[in-house]
């Protein structure tokens, strides 16, 4: 028996020699490359657009929806209170009325032109903590579509919805101007399959998303038909083009998996539902009030092609993808048959009284952009709780059996996956951290391919590193236990046998990785564990079927190359080509990084991109690390990635790539600021300049010497408080020009009244002037509460007031017709403390102020006219809701008025 086993091993020995460098490196960029293909073929293959002619009067054709796009992006910019917004109204209002006129005899079409009243948006969850949304003079286009003889069709209704308007900075042909060509072209194929439906669907075109999701705010609380919505379903852009994927759901998964039964290019997965939930992608849609405030359940999709174009002028139909418009319409066409002519009642889809807890949600992924798993959250928890049952009893009988030696291989296994970690971080932040000082601090903004030899290489080099630490303090130890007892081979081949046994203890420590992120998403009810379901059960199965034995006489074996590839297919997959559109979108979003310029370090952003790729690598790597440290020369595994990480770093660092260009561009401001200063009552000095500053980080040293003769100065001394934001670093110049603004559209501040009876109030009227875009900030160290009134109707009324670092920011949008003169009554705290910086820590405005006032014009001034014609064709004016127009008037009341 003995003779039998050393002639088997011996047998083994030869058969099989060390791995070459080649070998490991080869199947390093076969893994890479089918990564790549899952990205391509999930992500980037597109349907082909279809014409008029080719799907008639009930399918749904791009070149049609594409001349709505056209038509929008035509117009140029369209925020709130423009010309071009009412222009773009039309539009929409006329292509809603051909839409009625051209539906099916047995189909009512209803039109309406919705003039929104005043309201108040109070949302109290992400971005909107500590504010008030204020809107007025709202105009929206809604269509409802129904069987004509089917009255309660109307009172059970699906809503598609998404904005007209746009940012000041955008023409909007991603954000959303192709969502509102979509639903148009939705709206016309409804139209003739209406007649069969059981249910109604109602459009919404809306405006005023980009100043606050006002427009859905305005809608669901005004409207008359808001009472027959049950399920919401709102199409967004946080990019331009591509596949539009569902990344928010529920909370009841009623339109989820009716969407996962019909669509023909299904798209979308939890992960992306988690990371928005979370606050890790700072950004907000329609959807939040659908669910916050009228408790509908839904879907929300959004284009994640190109973020880096978000909000830039680089929004352009130019770079949409043949093919986008064609994949969202086919599956939402899909979606609203299935949906409307649903037998299932939808009356109880409304939970305006339970928590997103108390449902039992849905976790969902699609496979290759082919097929959408879809499966409830109580099915998944009795999945994984049975995984890591069965795994915890096998590995506690492993224990046992293996006694004390297994115990200690363990732990050490366990160790090497620390190092792992904690090399691979630690590699890559390094280089983020080293990497400004002699480049731009975003290099591969328009390369984020770089990203794989900037960070990956480094991550991967750390992570092999530590590795490799751990597995020669493994197979230290399985030598020393090796030694104690009687040699039943040749020293050659014993000293084989340890090298794979070690090898083997390494491979099965990400088991113990997934089984730990398992274990840890399962407690807290993650989704998104279903990732580490699959990268756990495959490549543990292809261990079982191809390497484990029962029998401990059995030797064991170097891996065979069969088992990796086998338990990696599955994940890779699954998950890889999401893991690639995540870093896209995390590189995208680096533009617009800094939301006040000069706040944040500039190797920040570098360290979020590179934290985030050695994390990919250590999930998706760590069973391939496993097969080099057998290899037989790990120097030329080592110095081949090293050797790509140089190159890319000297392509970098010598400018060949530069980090902007036509279609990526730097996100800035440029603004014509007007600022008040003097005390209360006194002769207020005027000071006026304009602004630049970026939301990309890095210094605007490059930017201003091309403006040199504009007089721009630049520093960390050039703070603004815009109130909803403050500039810390940025340039100047002094308005040398003058003309483009009056004394007269300087907004006031005017103390009524200020009694002391009981508790301190004070009443203050304010004019905006010429402007109907502001943001006021109260400071609720001093004001315990407040009400706002507008043409006397009050638009904010008492009530708690949430706040951020002691201050609670009122903005205000609306038409031309929305009132300008407002008045504030102001509630003092009993024991005022007139100072709102406690414990040291700075806050956010000057706490010597009470209130502070920024109003805005969306007007061009000679001054920043100059500027913006020499602004370097790689900068692109930035918009959203908190940024300011292009010309901003700044005035305050101090608290010792």
């Known amino acids: 028996m003995e003779r039998g086993v050393e002639n088997s091993s011996t047998d083994d020995h030869d058969r099989k020699p060390k791995r070459s460098a080649f070998l490991w490196l080869a199947l390093l960029v076969v893994l890479v490359n089918s990564s790549w293909a899952v990205y391509h073929f999930q992500f980037e293959r597109l349907p082909m657009p279809l014409k008029a002619e080719h799907v008639g009067k009930r399918g749904f054709s791009e070149a049609s929806a594409l001349e709505h796009v056209k038509s929008l992006t035509k117009l140029g910019p369209h925020p709130v209170g423009s010309d071009a917004l009412d222009l773009a109204l039309q539009h929409v209002l006329a292509a809603a009325e051909d839409i009625k006129r051209t539906a099916h005899w047995d189909v009512n079409v209803e039109v309406d032109f919705f003039h929104s009243k005043n309201g108040a948006n109070t949302l109290v969850g992400g971005l909107f903590k500590g504010k008030t949304l204020v809107y007025s003079d709202l105009k929206h286009v809604v269509m409802r579509i129904s069987p004509k003889y089917l009255s309660e069709a109307e009172e059970n ?5 998404s904005h007209i308007d746009t940012v000041f900075s955008a023409e909007g042909a991603g954000d959303c101007s192709s969502c509102v060509a979509v639903m148009l072209e939705l709206a016309r194929g409804v139209s003739h399959w209406a007649f069969g439906f059981r249910n109604s669907v109602v459009f919404l075109f809306n405006t005023g998303e980009e100043e606050g999701l006002n427009g859905a705010h305005s809608f669901i609380t005004q409207h ?30 009623w339109a989820l998996e009716n969407f996962a039964k019909v669509a023909k290019y299904p798209s979308g997965t939890i ?71 649903s037998s299932i009642p939808l009356t109880g889809l409304t939970k305006e009284s339970k928590e997103d807890g108390d449902l039992d949600q849905s976790v969902y992924f699609d496979v290759l952009g082919s097929y959408m798993v879809v499966y409830r959250q109580h099915l998944a928890r009795m999945l994984q709780n049975s995984v890591i049952m069965q795994a ?87 030598s020393g236990i090796a030694a104690k007892r009687a040699p039943r081979q040749p020293p050659s081949i014993q000293a084989d046998l340890i090298r794979w046994e070690t090898e083997r203890w390494i491979f099965k ?28 059960i495959s490549p543990a199965f292809a261990y079982g079927l191809m390497e484990a034995t029962l029998s401990p006489a059995r030797s ?36 617009r990084f800094e939301r006040s310029p000069g706040t944040t370090p500039e190797w920040l952003g570098n360290v979020v991109v590179a934290g985030c790729t050695a994390t990919i690598v250590c999930l998706t790597l760590v069973y391939l690390l496993s097969y080099a440290h057998v290899s037989g020369n790990k120097k030329s595994i080592f110095l081949s990635i090293f050797v790509f990480f140089g190159l890319t770093l000297a392509a970098v660092g010598f400018g060949i790539f530069f980090p902007f260009g036509d279609n990526v561009a730097r996100a800035v401001n440029v603004v014509h600021v007007v600022e008040t200063t003097g005390g209360y009552g006194e002769k207020q000095n005027l000071v006026s300049y304009v602004s630049l500053s970026s939301m990309t980080p890095g210094k605007l040293t490059k930017e201003a010497e091309i403006m040199k003769d504009e007089g721009f100065v630049c520093g960390d001394n050039q703070t603004i408080d815009m109130v909803t934001f403050t500039v810390k670093y ?105 100072s709102s910086n406690e414990n040291g820590k700075q806050q956010y405005l000057d706490p010597n102020l009470l209130l502070k006032l920024r109003t805005d014009v969306n007007r061009v001034t000679p001054k920043t006219a100059r500027v913006l014609e020499k602004l370097p064709s790689w900068c692109s004016l ?5 940024s300011p127009f292009t010309l901003a008037f700044l005035t305050s009341l101090p608290v010792a008025f």
Not at 441 to 458: K, N, R
Request: with cysteine.
């Open 157 to 161: 209704a699906i809503l598609v919805s």
């Open 392 to 478: 915890i009893l096998i590995w506690a009988m492993s224990l046992l059996v293996g006694g004390y030696p297994a115990a200690i291989s363990l732990g050490l296994s366990l160790f090497s996956l620390l190092l792992m970690w904690i090399f691979s971080l630690s590699f890559s932040v390094l280089v983020a951290f080293v990497l400004p000082h002699f480049s731009s601090p975003a290099p591969y903004a328009s390369y984020p391919w770089l990203v794989v030899g900037l960070f990956g290489a480094p991550a991967l080099l750390g992570a092999f590193s530590g590795q490799h630490l751990g597995y020669l303090m493994l197979l230290k130890y399985l």
């Open 271 to 341: 992960i992306s539902q988690d990371l928005f939930l979370s606050g890790a992608i700072k950004s907000a849609t329609d959807f939040q009030v659908y669910k916050e405030v009228a408790g509908i359940s839904g879907l929300d999709f959004a284009y994640m092609d190109s973020t880096a174009v978000y909000h830039t002028k680089n929004d352009k139909l130019q770079l949409m993808k043949p093919g986008s418009l064609q994949h969202l319409g086919e599956n939402m066409l899909a979606f609203l048959r299935q949906a409307a002519t």
């Open 878 to 882: 930035f918009g959203k809701s908190t």
């Open 556 to 591: 064991p074996k170097q891996l065979k190359i069969v088992t990796l590839v086998f338990g990696l297919a599955v994940p890779v997959l699954v998950s890889t080509g999401f893991f690639i559109r995540l870093m896209g979108i995390i590189i995208g979003t680096f533009v």
């Open 730 to 834: 940025g340039c100047q110049t002094f308005d040398d020009v003058g003309g483009g603004w009056s004394e007269s559209e300087i907004p006031t501040l005017v103390v009524e009244s200020d009694s002391n009876i009981d508790t301190r109030t004070t009443v203050v009227s304010f004019n905006t002037q010429s402007s109907s875009r502001w943001s006021l900030a109260v400071n609720t160290k001093e004001i315990e509460d407040f009400k706002l009134e507008g043409d006397n109707e009050e638009m904010v009324p008492f009530g708690t007031k949430s706040n951020v670092s002691g201050w609670h920011i009122i903005q205000f949008s609306g038409g031309k017709d929305a009132p300008k003169r407002f008045k504030m009554t102001l509630f003092w705290f009993k024991k005022s403390t007139n």
């Open 224 to 253: 008359p038909w808001r009472s027959t919505i049950r399920v919401a379903v709102d199409l967004e852009a946080m990019g331009i083009g591509g596949k539009s994927s569902i990344f928010q759901a529920g909370p009841d998964p």
């Open 509 to 536: 420590s990400g088991f113990l990785q997934w089984l730990i992120i398992l274990i840890v998403g399962n407690f807290y009810k993650v989704g998104s564990t279903y990732v580490a379901l699959l990268w756990l």
